[in-house]
């Protein structure tokens, strides 16, 4: 009964993985679609988020059956608890990408971004592709240095977020009012996106440590850039 129970626990765990290995994928494809303005790419993202919602369904289920049959108590039941958590971070991850493909959807045939603001939306889609990596990474191996790290790669993203908002204050900004909301919508949901990534290595770090990463003093080295991701 026990090696059942923590192959439960185990496969759980995989479920995450594979949760956050999708909308990594969905916020990649999401970001070419709108750069491309190709609706093809744009409605396979939305219509593949319902498997990020199935996974976390099914996932909350059998958390809630280990929570009633087992009763666990001391690091199983935090794994429990908190991998309930990561899953609503990573299905509300997905549910970003797919707002990303709707808003390709909703202006399609035309692009929803300038063609100046290209290589900062690019950069914040592979950005946000690359820290839903690390995450994955990091629920994995239970590294907490790499989780902690994810906080100060966030940063990065900040500084993207608030690139995007210098365009919109700048008085050359020529496209308009509607492209200007969908450049703020846009700039919100990349944002999001990777506090969501940040959220689910600080549950890892509660997971392995029970102390929450805010409380945590890590000496932790910058990390260089990583090469942009292909076909992001």
Known sequence: MRDA?????????????????????????????????????????????????DLQHDLEARAIALLARQQPVATDLRIVVTSLRMSADLERSGDLAQHVAKLTRLRFPDRTVPRDLHATILEMGQLAQR????????IIT??????????????????????????????????????????????????????????????VVYLVTGEHADDLQADIQPVQPAPPVAGA
């Open 5 to 53: 129970y923590h192959e439960e626990l185990d496969s759980i765990g995989e479920g995450l993985v594979e949760m956050a290995r999708l909308v990594g994928s969905a916020i990649g494809r999401a970001t070419t679609a709108m750069l491309d303005a190709d609706l093809k790419l744009a409605e396979s993202v939305i219509e593949a988020d319902k498997k990020v919602d």
């Open 142 to 203: 239970k590294d907490v240095d790499l989780a902690l790290q994810l906080e100060q790669d966030d940063d990065a993203m900040d500084l993207l977020h608030r690139t995007l908002f210098q365009h919109l204050m700048d008085d050359r900004w020529k496209h308009g009012i509607e492209t200007a909301v969908d450049v703020t919508l846009l700039g919100r949901y990349y944002e999001r996106f990777a506090d969501h990534a940040v959220s689910v290595a600080k549950r």
């Open 131 to 138: 820290l839903m990596a690390k995450a994955a990474e990091v």
